[in-house]
């Protein structure tokens, strides 16, 4: 009669094999959530401002999202413009053009 089934040690080998795998990615993820959660906040923002400036081209009055302003012709007026950090890595950037871009 053939034995079936796997003894202890074989089990306590593979459960340490995947615990050892476990500990090298799990920071590998826990980065990649923060880089998403970043990325998300910076897209909101430039989108945020994007609405901005289509509400001002649309109601023809200067409007504001935070600190930056859009000019009833949708261009940032002087000083209206400028760079936002959003972290250490990603920066949403408003042209004096009025061109508003994720970095």
């Known amino acids: 009669m053939g034995r079936r089934g796997f003894t202890l040690v074989e089990l306590l080998v593979v459960i340490g094999l995947c615990g050892l795998l476990l500990s090298f990615t799990l920071p590998a993820f826990t980065k990649l959530k923060e ?27 200067t409007q504001a999202s935070g600190r930056f302003r859009f000019a009833a012709s949708g261009f940032p007026p002087p000083g209206g413009s400028g760079t936002e950090l959003i972290g250490r890595s990603r ?12 970095e």
């Open 91 to 102: 920066k949403v950037i408003l042209s004096s053009a009025g061109r508003v871009r994720v």
């Open 35 to 61: 880089n998403l959660r970043l990325n998300g906040l910076a897209e909101h923002l430039a989108s945020d401002l994007r609405t901005t400036q289509a509400t001002a081209l649309t109601v023809g009055q």
